[in-house]
């Protein structure tokens, strides 16, 4: 994967973090964001399967698959920032 290709997948991690901090500020329990994320993230996979030319998916199942790990690893970038931030 080139540089590029790893900059798309970094994007939808982003996106997805910016979205799961705008839905902490909601009234929705926090156990679904991991759920939101992976589902969001599957969606921005296709969508940037087709619109960023050097994603590093090719096929509709491996840009959902890619989409899903760069949503988990948005909360799981949270996580980690709240173990260390409790330290």
Not at 33 to 59: H, R
């Amino acid at each position: 994967m080139d540089v590029m290709g790893f900059t798309s997948v970094a994007v939808l991690t982003v996106i997805c973090y910016l979205v799961a901090a705008i839905i902490k500020t909601t009234p929705l329990d926090s156990k679904w964001l991991p759920i939101i994320c992976g589902v969001l993230g599957a969606i921005l996979g296709v969508v940037g399967m087709y619109v960023m030319p050097d994603y590093p998916a090719k096929d509709i199942l491996t840009a959902i698959a890619v989409g899903i790990v760069s949503g988990l690893a948005a909360t799981g970038t949270n996580q980690i920032y709240k173990q260390l931030k409790g330290k």
